[in-house]
Nanobody
Framework: QLQLVESGGGLVQPGGSLRLSCAASGFTLGAYTVGWFRQAPGKEREGVSCISRSASSTYYADSVKGRFTISRDNAKNTVYLQMDSLKPEDTAVYYC???????????????????WGQGTQVTVSS
């Protein structure tokens, strides 16, 4: 059974940090482009960051550039999103997704993923 499981969300004060993890089971995540997406209440889903299979290419939405860092450990079948300098507008449910044949930009901007996790809530509030 193909499964993606996100973890690491929570409540954090503005300016704080969180590290999200996306762990895959039932398939080899290293064969997929992986992305983090978010959706806040009343807003459309946004591609936050995507990473290529070898980690040679990454994409970041303008809203998170310089604050978020995506990485992957293919040996652990896991992708991470380090989120620093968090702002209240980063509050959303964060989802990871995997797509076997996609550039980082096409996945984050256009297509999303073939497989999705259940999401983890990130709340930035004082």
């Amino acid at each position: 059974q193909l499964q993606l499981v996100e973890s690491g969300g929570g409540l954090v004060q503005p300016g704080g940090s969180l590290r999200l993890s996306c762990a895959a089971s039932g398939f080899t995540l290293g064969a997929y482009t992986v992305g983090w997406f978010r959706q806040a209440p009343g807003k459309e889903r946004e591609g936050v960051s995507c990473i290529s299979r070898s980690a040679s290419s990454t994409y970041y939405a303008d809203s998170v550039k310089g604050r978020f860092t995506i990485s992957r450990d293919n040996a652990k079948n896991t992708v991470y999103l380090q989120m620093d300098s968090l702002k209240p507008e980063d509050t959303a449910v964060y989802y990871c997704a995997a797509q076997p044949l996609a550039t980082v930009q096409s996945m984050c901007v256009l297509h999303g993923g073939d497989y999705w996790g259940q999401g983890t809530q990130v709340t930035v509030s004082s």
